[in-house]
């Protein structure tokens, strides 16, 4: 992009030289490619557009001025254009804009008593600096305005509109099958991509990009309509890359342009109008149902300092505010700071900082690393009480497994459960992996199969998320984190025995989380196997509410002992260990190790796990808490001790 010096100066007051200029552009802005003095004696600077792609303000010569004027600290004024003369609308225009988002607004003007001539010199010059061949007073006009303001403007031909009820202009997406010709004399296919504008419904233009040929203005134009809109930037880009049309118009339509630049736009042209006496404006028609208005953004000083890691004082904040043309207005240690619609690429606070860091100078700012604690680094509490129970599973003899989350039909069958209700995947890597799964038992037991033929009995579990249908289509599906876990014993024929033991485990490992009474039911058995789930999100809710402290796992050995009683077949097992472990707070595990019955009373073994978390126990300390279980349970429970 081209920059004509001489031109910049008609609003800010420079007097630096041109490669001083350059440099200060390089390290504040944007890349400066060169600069080269023309045969009029101006400087043309040219500037790296890439760097420019988030900055449509800046793809004009009152936008650079405005740079170069912050960057310069010199002042910076533009002329507020009269238009009270073109306040009236005009009846004959019509416009129907078919959506807001594709075309926030749309401006057209009727300029009569055209005079088709070759432009002033001056401003023939100008052009040829900035990279724009002239064609006429009119056309050059409206390329002077846009490359000054940064605002597109295209003048139709009014005679050669359909004028029928009035000029009934509209902007539309196109339909397939549609054409028009351009300046260019090519005529393009269109597509839904492509949005146009219309004279009477027929496309007479691509919009944002280029004219259509219909319309031409030619020798004989007297009159026109002159257009001045805002298009949607990612309509724009899409629509020039499908038909291969980039023009100056749609570089700057790419850049979300400010919508209130259309009246400047027009402001620039109708003032070149009236200065060389080419025309007369009759009225216009002004499509903005929503007005952009500008962004309020809360922030202190702190904040700047803090992300910057310098200290600016207020006063020198506020002076770089200003100078970028945002308006800042404090309230106690809070910074109100309005910003200009023109800014559209400044949103949130974080944007300030980039911008008061690029006006400062990157170079005034010493790189240094931030002063940070070399502490522990805190665990994310779901992320922790992940580890807990995997560390606690792994003491009870658990080994962790995982799976994929894609299953297949087949396995559900395996342990009679319907996938009827599972999420389907559109594009399945293949048909056993066509849903993502709502249930890990399927999983499970398709690992315990794997595991099975290799081992003659283990313990396994995996922890994941169950994904389950929305109960809406306007809902998410919902994710649950789930424990599940499988306990195979080959020799094992009694399945009750095992039942116990699965379930020892799983009332081992719920004490060690909530204190509350839990009652369990098999969740799938088949034979040498059980597998149960656990919702562990639901569970960390319970541990969180009842302030449960999450026991660490002792370093040092546990004493493992047998006690075996005869007990009446009204006695609950579950009732006995409960008393059990009240006894004392190093027993850390009471799990059923065998029962046996006969027509009489039965005999069960319990095995009871004693350890500490600070030290090795010993029979000695051990040795009371035994006898106390013993006198507790023979004399509540009415049991006797097997010798």
Request: glycine share 4%; proline share 4%; with cysteine.
């Amino acid at each position: 992009m081209k920059i004509s010096l001489d031109w910049v100066k008609d609003f800010t007051e420079i007097n630096i030289e041109p490669q001083k200029l350059c440099e200060l552009l390089s390290l504040k802005l944007s890349e400066v490619e060169n600069f080269e003095t023309t045969k009029s004696n101006d400087v043309v600077i040219e500037i790296e557009n890439k760097a420019l792609t988030h900055r449509g303000d800046c793809f004009s010569i009152e936008g650079i001025a405005r740079e170069i004027s912050a960057i310069t600290k010199c002042s910076f004024n533009i002329p507020n254009y009269d238009l009270t003369k073109v306040s009236n609308r005009n009846p004959a225009i019509n416009i129907n804009v078919e959506s807001i988002k594709d075309c926030p607004r749309y401006t057209a003007v009727k300029i009569t008593n055209i005079k088709l001539c070759p432009s002033p010199q001056e401003i023939q010059t100008r052009l040829i600096n900035c990279g724009i061949r002239p064609i006429n007073n009119i056309v050059d006009f409206t390329n002077y305005a846009m490359l000054e303001t940064g605002q597109p403007l295209h003048a139709f031909d009014a005679k050669k509109l359909n004028k029928e009820g009035g000029y009934n202009l509209g902007v539309r997406r196109a339909r397939e099958g549609e054409n028009v010709e351009t300046l260019d004399d090519v005529t393009r296919n269109l597509s839904k991509h492509s949005l146009i504008i219309t004279n009477d419904d027929k496309p007479i233009a691509l919009a944002g990009i280029m004219g259509g040929k219909d319309t031409e203005m030619d020798e004989n134009t007297t009159e026109i309509i002159l257009e001045a809109a805002n298009f949607n930037n990612f309509v724009t880009r899409k629509s020039s890359r499908k038909l291969g049309l980039r023009t100056e118009a749609s570089l700057r339509f790419e850049k979300n342009l400010d919508s209130n630049l259309t009246k400047r736009g027009i402001g620039k042209f109708i003032f070149l109008i009236n200065k060389y006496n080419t025309g007369k404006v009759e009225g216009f028609n002004n499509f903005y149902p929503e007005k952009q208005t500008a962004t309020v953004i809360e922030t202190t000083l702190d904040f700047f300092n803090k992300n910057l890691g310098i200290v600016l004082k207020k006063e020198e904040v506020l002076d770089i505010l200003s100078s970028l043309t945002f308006k800042a207005s404090t309230e106690g240690d809070t910074l109100k700071i309005t910003i200009p619609t023109f800014r559209r690429d400044v949103s949130i606070k974080e944007d300030l900082v980039e911008e008061i860091a690029r006006i400062y100078g990157y170079e005034n700012i010493t790189p240094k690393l931030p002063s940070k604690s070399m502490g522990p680094t805190m665990l994310e509490p779901n992320l922790d009480f992940i580890r807990q129970v995997k560390e606690l599973l792994k003491v009870l003899g658990y080994s962790e497994i995982y799976s994929y989350s894609f299953v297949g039909e087949d396995i559900y069958k395996n342990v009679g459960l319907s996938a009827k209700n599972m999420l389907e995947i559109l594009n399945p890597i293949s048909p056993q992996l066509m849903f993502i799964r709502d249930n890990l038992l399927p999983s499970m037991y398709e690992k315990v199969e794997l595991n099975k033929n290799s081992f003659d009995n283990f313990k396994l579990f995996e922890i994941g998320k169950e994904i389950h249908k929305p109960e809406t289509k306007n809902d998410l599906p919902q994710e649950i984190y789930t424990l599940c876990v499988a306990y195979y014993d080959k020799n094992q024929t009694d399945l009750e025995t095992l039942y116990r033991k699965a379930k020892g485990d799983i009332e081992t490992f719920i004490a060690n989380f909530s204190d509350e009474d839990i009652t369990l039911e098999p969740a799938v058995i088949k034979p040498n196997l059980v597998m149960y789930k656990i919702n562990l999100e639901e569970l960390h809710r319970n541990c969180l509410a009842r302030g449960k402290e999450i026991k660490d796992i002792s370093k040092y050995p546990p004493v493992i002992e047998n006690i075996s009683f005869y007990v009446k077949k009204k006695n609950r097992v579950g009732n006995i260990i409960k008393k059990i472990k009240a006894a004392s707070s190093l027993i850390t595990t009471v799990e059923l190790e065998d029962t046996y019955k006969d027509e009489g009373d039965k005999s069960i073994t319990l095995k009871i796990v004693y350890q500490d978390i600070n030290k090795s126990l010993s029979d000695y300390e051990i040795a009371p808490i035994r006898e106390q279980i013993i006198r507790l349970l023979e004399k509540g429970e009415e049991l006797k001790v097997r010798k």
